[in-house]
Nanobody, 124 residues
Framework: QVQLVGSGGGLVQDGGSLRLSCAAS????????MGWFRQAPGREREFVAA????????YYADSVKGRFTISRDNAKNTVYLQMNSLKPEDTAVYSC?????????????????WGQGTQVTVSS
């Protein structure tokens, strides 16, 4: 059974930091690029960050570049999103996704697997 379980969300003040984790199981994790997406109430889902299967390549949305860092530990089947300098506009449900193509994730889509979301709320 494929599972992508997100965790680490919470309530943080403007300028604060959070580290999200997504633990994967049920598929060959190393073979998949991984991404983070977010969706705020009344808003379309948007791409946040992606990382290649090997971890050698990363890509970020302009809105988070320089503030967020995506990483992965293939030995632990886990992908992370370190979020610094958080802003109220970062408030959303964050979900991880797996796809065979980093380019597909960069385009805002996943043809593979989607995980449960974790709520991030940034107070102003």
């Amino acid at each position: 059974q494929v599972q992508l379980v997100g965790s680490g969300g919470g309530l943080v003040q403007d300028g604060g930091s959070l580290r999200l984790s997504c633990a994967a199981s049920g598929f060959i994790f190393r073979n998949y690029a991984m991404g983070w997406f977010r969706q705020a109430p009344g808003r379309e889902r948007e791409f946040v960050a992606a990382i290649s299967g090997s971890g050698r390549r990363t890509y970020y949305a302009d809105s988070v570049k320089g503030r967020f860092t995506i990483s992965r530990d293939n030995a632990k089947n886990t992908v992370y999103l370190q979020m610094n300098s958080l802003k109220p506009e970062d408030t959303a449900v964050y979900s991880c996704a797996a796809d065979g193509s980093l380019e597909t994730l960069k385009a805002g889509r996943s043809r593979g697997y989607w995980g449960q979301g974790t709520q991030v709320t940034v107070s102003s």
